[in-house]
């Protein structure tokens, strides 16, 4: 199974459907393919703030606070994993300034993790990067009960950032996860579809040869024992010129005695024999199938052969 599978995809079309294959998974994967298993990522991707079930948040509200700034507050619950959830939203919020918030076992204040997902963030940006991610925080801590307040302190640091070009300028620019589905889907659709519509074309075209083969082979190997048969007539019939009695001067109507009877009948045979090898070529030349009835007009005249033979030898 595996050297079959390496031989189909060695060929030109294995090759343009793993090149397909792969088209189609960058698709879904740009598409947010991964953000399922996370429900921040899945929010953020199209939304500027993210809150975890318990808060009691506005989220009109808190979208219009923040705005089209290229800033994304997440508000996860106590005690939260925030440089796992920074992690996992990487691809869903790229080229923003990620802050998390989270409160401490008291309940008195955030926590907060600062995540600044800027372009050259592990070169000539990094330095910006964790300004940014220090600066963005700043006095957010006490406005625990009041999650709207926070985002109003968060959207004026995010300001001053820009101002001091810590952060560029700029709006967030956001790409609804839907179209890039439907056009990841429709990719891998097509790939799927016409994939299967190819195999499934060439197994039946594959069947339909194979089964015009079969025909070919079982006419050539039906012409091939008729042309046998015949070729054994014609010895039958070239024996039997041989013992055909003369008829005697004596007879008063040799045609009507035993011995003419005998010729006639051996000169009927072979009459006919002649017409059935000028049926056999014709129906060669034209490449028609009709060897079941010219093997029973073989097997017909191998029958009067035979009582022919007989009646000769109870003559002797």
Known sequence: MMKRLGTFLGTP????????????????????????????????????????PGYDLDQERAERILGNRRVVVALLEPEADMRAAC??????????????LSPDADGEKFDHY??????????????????????IATGVGQFVDQPLEALKVVAVN??????????????RAISPSLPRYLVAAAALSAVVVGSTGVYLMSLRAGRLAARRQRRRDAARDKRSALSANAAVLAQRII????????????????ERSRRGRIAN??????????????????????????????ASRVDELSRRCGHLEREIARGR
């Open 13 to 52: 079309f294995g090759l343009a459907l793993l090149a397909c294959l792969g088209l189609a998974g960058w698709a879904l994967w740009s598409a947010g393919a991964g953000d399922i298993a996370s429900p921040v990522a899945r929010q953020v991707r199209t939304s500027s703030v993210y809150a975890a």
């Open 87 to 100: 992690g996992s939203v990487r691809g869903a919020a790229n080229g923003n300034v990620v802050l998390f």
């Open 114 to 135: 600062g995540c600044a997902l800027l372009p050259d963030g592990d070169g000539e940006g990094f330095g910006k990067n964790f300004v940014a991610e220090m600066r």
């Open 158 to 171: 995010y300001d001053q950032l820009v101002k001091s070009g810590t952060v560029p300028d700029g709006a």
């Open 239 to 254: 024996d039997l010129d041989g013992r055909i009695p003369a008829p005697r001067r004596s007879d008063l109507a040799p």
């Open 265 to 294: 009948r051996y000169r009927a045979i072979a009459s006919d024999y002649a017409v059935l090898l000028r049926r056999i070529a014709e129906a060669d030349a034209r490449g028609e199938n009709t060897s079941r009835d010219l």
